[in-house]
């Protein structure tokens, strides 16, 4: 297992992080996954025997349900609270009143203090909103965060599906006015879908801004189980819960070339599509769930896959985003300067 430095805190994170989303199993997450305490007892031991020290949840998984089994988890292995680094979400709807949701201050105020009570934990590592809100100022959102930063139940400050501009202009206001910054972006990223490339990738790399991947395997579908003709086998995630939208026809075709690969290294498709993102530079970690053991041991091997450049380039070729207004311009009119 390597570990990457996450955007610029100096903070080092293993480049495989383990995702909570399967944990529990309420509400509309039972599509997702449903595992009960000891089951998840066994993926966090394997996780971190395997190298991994960093842990992803949200407050909205499973309606609290998740982090409170994550906290258990790592309460009942023993494992010293210091040696990980934890990461959660606030955002999404809470309860049913009309401030239970989005990242106002009071709603912020309370899911602190609950996902810290349900995490067993005195802080979070990095603290992550999970969308934007356009009904809260940016700004206040930003003070708010840099308040809990200040008062030490968190550390570091993240975020999470925003658009370039959105992540910019917090960035911006952070800078000038003195306050805690976004340290990361966690972002959809995959080889069947790499949108992120147009604005994010190259506004990350600028501002140093680390990324961390969610649904590397594009919601089940690079997962070995989907072929061009039939059907994906029972308990396939995608045949009650078909996100996030994926171009099928150009994944196939992605898919062809993944298997051709797979079959002369061996390996899994799903190996391969993970070891893809942990070979592009602007990624600091990859995000896996799993519902069994053996889908885990299956994604932890990816980190000892190795591509050769033809590789590379053919997997380049089949999967790379079709050319896009401002982005055609801006390679056109680079040219002349890049010569000299």
Not at 39 to 45: A, E
Not at 157 to 185: D, E, P, R
Not at 275 to 281: G, K, M, S
Request: net charge neutral; glycine share 8%.
């Amino acid at each position: 297992m390597k570990y990457k430095i996450l955007g610029n805190t100096g903070l080092k994170v293993s480049e495989l992080c383990l995702g909570t989303m399967t944990f529990g199993g309420k509400g509309m997450w039972t599509a997702i996954g449903t595992l009960e305490q000891q089951s998840v007892d066994d993926l966090v031991k394997r996780s971190v025997d395997a190298g991994i020290n960093f842990i992803d949840t949200a407050n909205v998984y499973s309606e609290g349900l998740s982090e409170e089994i994550t906290g258990r988890a790592i309460r009942n292995l023993g494992l010293n609270r210091d040696d990980l680094v934890i990461a959660t979400k606030v955002r999404g709807k809470m309860g049913p009143g009309p401030n239970n949701i989005g990242l106002t201050r009071k709603h912020i105020y309370t899911e602190i203090e609950a996902s810290l009570l349900r995490l067993n934990t005195d802080y979070i590592d990095l603290y992550q909103i999970h969308g934007y809100d356009a009904q809260t100022p940016l700004e206040d959102t930003i003070d708010t965060l840099d308040r809990l930063v200040q008062s030490g139940k968190v550390r570091y400050i993240g975020c999470s599906n925003l658009a370039a501009w959105q992540l910019m202009k917090s960035l911006n206001y952070s800078l000038y006015n003195h306050k805690s910054a976004f340290v990361s972006l966690q972002a959809y990223y995959t080889i069947a879908g790499r949108d992120l490339e147009r604005e994010l990738v190259p506004l990350l790399t600028d501002q140093k801004v680390g990324l961390m991947v969610w649904s590397p395997l594009a919601g089940g579908f690079l997962s070995g189980k989907y072929m061009r003709i039939g059907e994906a086998e029972q308990g396939s995630r995608r045949i009650t819960f078909d996100f996030p939208p994926v171009n099928k026809e150009r994944a196939f075709d992605i898919i062809d070339v993944l298997q051709a690969i797979a079959k002369e290294k061996n390996v899994s498709v799903a190996q391969l599509a993970i070891a893809w993102l942990l070979h592009q530079p602007v990624v600091t970690t990859v995000i896996i769930g799993a519902k069994k053991t053996d889908q885990l041991e299956d994604n932890l091997k990816a980190v000892d896959i190795t591509f050769t450049k033809d590789e590379l380039q053919k997997l380049d070729e089949i999967s790379k985003l079709p050319s896009e207004y401002p982005g055609w311009m801006l390679h056109r009119q680079g040219v002349d300067r890049n010569a000299h």
